[in-house]
């Protein structure tokens, strides 16, 4: 049972253009979720989280955002920049159980 | 900020022989250690959960007794795979929750690439 579902494996997008990564769950009872990013060989590198009690969370040229009614949550990357190639992993987890469960990861291409 | 150290980085070993693999948080102490496991083009499978000082807990279908999990102190955390195999061969990742967890997350290592020959 997949309960973080990552349906697309791979999005190319232009430089400087928006990347948008999408996550979707099942488990209501996830209320907090991250995204990492991994290149290959490498252990994920944690990029920016959300709570449920929000529904947009901002770091920079990273935006999470929320929407529990449809438990889906994004990525967006604006702008996109070559250095953004790489795997994306959303996770969720119940605050407190510690546990992560991750998505099947989005690979991300970003041509020049 | 935070850092994992995972050793060794990758490690080759023959069918029948156990590997060891340590995660070792620097600058911050983990009472708490996850470990995963990565097949190609797969997600990050949690596999275990080791607690410094008591017994690791296992996720459904992973054998206690060939991947051995030990959390002797608050720095350390090991995994040990026993009598290895083939299927065994994957990429092995430790992490650990990085207070406050809201802010900075989870702290992954660099991770391990078994290949059993």
């Known amino acids: 049972d997949q309960q973080v579902k990552q349906n697309s494996p791979s999005l190319s997008v232009q430089e400087g253009r928006i990347s948008i990564l999408n996550c979707d769950y099942t488990n209501s009872m996830f209320d907090y979720f991250l995204w990492y990013k991994k290149y290959p060989a490498e252990g994920p590198t944690f990029l920016i989280s959300i709570s449920s009690i929000k529904d947009k969370n901002e770091d920079g040229r990273f935006t999470v955002f929320l929407n529990k009614s449809a438990k889906h949550l994004s990525l967006h990357i604006v702008p996109s920049q070559p250095g953004d190639s790489a795997v994306y992993f959303c996770?969720?987890?119940?605050?407190?159980?510690?546990?992560?469960?991750f998505g099947q990861g989005t690979r991300l291409t970003i041509n020049p | 900020g935070a850092v994992v150290s995972q050793h060794p980085s990758r490690v080759i070993c023959k069918s029948g022989t156990s590997v060891k693999i340590e995660c070792r948080s620097l600058?911050?102490?983990?009472?708490?250690m996850f470990w995963y496991r990565q097949f190609p083009k797969q997600s990050l499978m949690l596999m275990a959960t080791s607690n410094e000082g008591s017994k690791a807990t296992y996720e459904q279908g992973v054998e206690k007794d060939k991947f051995l999990i030990n959390h002797a102190s608050l720095t350390l955390s090991t995994l040990t795979v026993t009598s290895a195999h083939p299927e065994d061969s994957s990429f092995y990742i430790c992490?650990?929750?990085?207070?406050?967890?809201?802010?900075?997350?989870?702290?992954f290592g660099s991770g391990t690439r078994l290949t059993v020959v």
């Open positions: 996770a969720a987890s119940v605050q407190g159980a510690q546990k992560l469960v």
């Open positions: 992490s650990a929750p990085t207070a406050p967890v809201s802010l900075y997350g989870y702290t």
């Open positions: 600058d911050f102490q983990a009472t708490t």
